[in-house]
């Protein structure tokens, strides 16, 4: 799994490419009220603006995030939220980080893909644009398919990668549902669509 309190990834990290230097050039993303956060990948020095938006978070954006209720983030999982294979952080006009995705193997073929949206960005457009994103990344770099964890009663996950494709909904031991989308060719072209949007 992506960084999460629920139990460790056990999938062996993919060997980084040129590509990954594509996937982490920034990037504008438009949210519905006309304001814009940039988003590029993340880095080490990320840590502290990181810490101060999960700060920021409320419990229930935290438990939708960690799939257990959150109070705070202990460093080491901090620094494994900047150090998946791939890692991006939205920042908004006065530079504050505000949201951060994670992709990370799931198997060889398969990447799990993770959203943090602080709650004042909440359903303004940024979950879908970083979604989107991230399933173009994904692509990008050999995966077939992305499945993403959300709690029994978090729909937004379901209807975020729906716009893209037809998503296969199964539950973990856990009770924690999991949505996977197959990166087909018109999966692609609707993630394309979506950044050209953002």
């Known amino acids: 799994m992506v ?3 629920v139990a460790p990834s056990t999938a062996p990290l993919r060997p980084r490419s040129t590509r990954l230097r594509w996937v982490s050039l920034p990037w504008t993303a438009t949210l519905t ?12 020095y990320d840590a502290d603006d ?35 294979e791939v890692t991006f952080v939205a920042r908004d006009p006065a530079g504050r980080t505000v949201a951060l995705a994670n992709i990370a193997a799931e198997d060889p073929r398969t990447a799990e893909v993770a959203l943090l949206v602080e709650d004042a960005c909440v359903g303004r457009g940024l979950e879908a644009a970083m979604l989107a994103h991230c399933v173009a990344s994904a692509h990008l ?20 990668l729906g716009r893209l494709g037809q998503v296969r909904v199964g539950h973990a ?12 060719e018109t999966v692609m072209t609707a993630a394309r669509g979506a950044l050209r949007a953002a």
């Open 50 to 84: 990181l810490a101060a938006m999960i700060g920021r978070c409320s419990p229930r954006v935290l438990h939708e995030r960690f799939l257990v209720p959150v109070e705070h983030v202990p460093l080491p999982l901090l620094a494994d939220l900047l150090s998946t």
């Open 141 to 160: 770099l050999g995966y077939r398919a992305v499945v993403q964890r959300a709690l029994p009663d978090t729909l937004w996950p379901l209807r975020v």
């Open 3 to 5: 960084a999460s309190l």
């Open 33 to 44: 009220d006309g304001t814009t956060a940039v988003v590029r990948g993340a880095a080490g």
């Open 173 to 184: 031991s856990s009770g924690v549902r999991v949505a996977r989308l197959v990166l087909t």
